[in-house]
């Protein structure tokens, strides 16, 4: 070494440091990756990667396996291909190495300061130019633009969404939402608003008739359940008469308790408003949705406390709490467990109504009219049940029960 020259030497001290940089690099992603391929088993899966009410289940692992394949191929191309090559080229050329790598920070950087200029809404609000309207609201997130008609081709047909001066999904405009009337409400978001269903096919319309009383759609396209409570906790005290509250829950739709992008409901109905995070972040998270525990957990708090809040409310207001889960088909076994958490070991009563996973619009994971017959004459039936029975009030808040329809 003593002959080498100084330029010499400097020169393969940077070939050493770029090319051991770079094989520690692509090991590190690599067996990262290898890592990953072979703790997300199926039982990983379903614990950090909720059920999803746009996709079977089957599609679901489906697509979970096929990823567990790719991020094991993508671990093994960087360890036994890439890092070799990449690792040469780094010796070779450090200095354009080094531009490589300052270019790719700069364009991660660029891309969240560009995408800071976009006005990104909640994932859930989906086109703001899709019917029916919505509009901003800071406790809630959004609402209905109120007075108005939309319309939309679903499966063929066109649908009218008429949203009365409360926001309340109505047949016509003038023909608004009577608070004076005995009125049943109906909570939730695009399932019980009515999806793809005419204003007298809804599950809301079908049950009024049914009972012979005025039934108030307070449903929004694309709510948690704790958003649907709290716009239960606004509208309920404008009704002088109210009979009966019916609320929802699909476990298919309970990673929308989870989300923070909007104003939510945090453990002990502590309203929080949305959080910022990262565009980077927040793209990544809606392409591949990971759960963790925690948040898992909390948004499991948070749906019991909203269901038992919502019973407290509907009685409070001399009304009858009803809280219907709805599955399509056969239950699976992580669905099974969840609601059971959920529900079953909070003990909170409610009907779970089983429909026919053939009962959905054309095109479309929402159900069609059959199905939200189905749905509408087993709430009639359980309601007439409760308010015929003298002392429903012990039927309610405490009691561990489930009926099925």
């Excluded at 020169?11 to 990953?36: H, M, N, P, W």
């Excluded at 695009?190 to 319309?205: D, H, K, N, Q, Y």
């Amino acid at each position: 070494m003593a002959n080498v020259p100084p330029g010499c030497r400097g020169q393969r001290f940077e070939y050493l440091v770029a090319r051991v940089t770079t094989e520690i690099a692509f090991v590190s992603v690599g067996t990262a990756l290898l890592a990953c391929a072979l703790v997300a088993n199926q039982r990983f899966l379903d614990r950090h990667f909720v059920p999803s009410f746009f996709l079977p289940r089957h599609w679901y692992v489906v697509l979970e396996t096929f990823g567990r394949l790719a991020m094991a191929t993508l671990g093994a191309l960087f360890v036994f291909v890439a890092r070799p090559r990449a690792a040469g080229f780094a010796a070779r050329t450090p200095a354009r190495a080094l531009h490589i790598v300052i270019a790719v920070v700069l364009a991660l950087g660029t891309s969240e300061l560009v995408l800071r200029h976009v006005h990104l809404r909640p994932t859930e609000w989906l086109s703001p130019d899709d019917e029916p309207r919505r509009q901003p609201d800071p406790r809630l997130g959004w609402t209905w633009e109120p007075a108005r008609t939309g319309r939309k081709t679903v499966g063929g047909r066109v649908i009218d969404y008429t949203i009365d001066p409360a926001g309340y999904r109505v047949k016509l405009v003038d023909a608004p939402v009577d608070p004076e009337q005995p009125t049943i409400l109906f909570t939730g978001e695009s399932v019980m608003f009515g999806e793809g269903l005419r204003w007298e096919e809804t599950i809301p319309a079908q049950v009024g008739a049914m009972m012979g009383m005025q039934s108030a759609n307070l449903a929004v396209h694309g709510y948690g359940n704790d958003q649907a409570y709290l716009r239960l906790e606004t509208e309920l005290p404008h009704f002088h008469r109210p009979v009966a509250v019916v609320s929802l829950f699909m476990t298919a739709l309970f990673g929308r308790n989870l989300d923070q992008d909007r104003p939510h409901l945090a453990p002990g109905l502590v309203w929080l408003p949305a959080e910022q995070r990262s565009r980077l972040a927040s793209l990544t998270k809606l392409i591949v949705p990971y759960r963790a525990d925690a948040t898992v957990e909390r948004g499991v708090v948070v749906t019991r406390e909203v269901f038992r809040a919502t019973s407290e409310l509907a009685r409070a207001h001399g009304a009858t709490p009803l809280l219907v889960v709805l599955q399509f088909g056969n239950e699976e076994v992580p669905e099974q467990a969840l609601r059971r958490r959920i529900l079953d070991d909070a003990h909170l009563p409610y009907v779970l109504v089983e429909i026919d996973s053939e009962w959905r619009l054309p095109w479309d994971r929402h159900p069609n009219a059959r199905a939200a017959h189905a749905i509408a004459v087993a709430v009639a039936a359980e309601l007439r049940e409760r308010l015929t029975v003298e002392g429903s009030v012990s039927n309610g808040l405490g009691s561990n029960f489930e009926k099925r329809y």
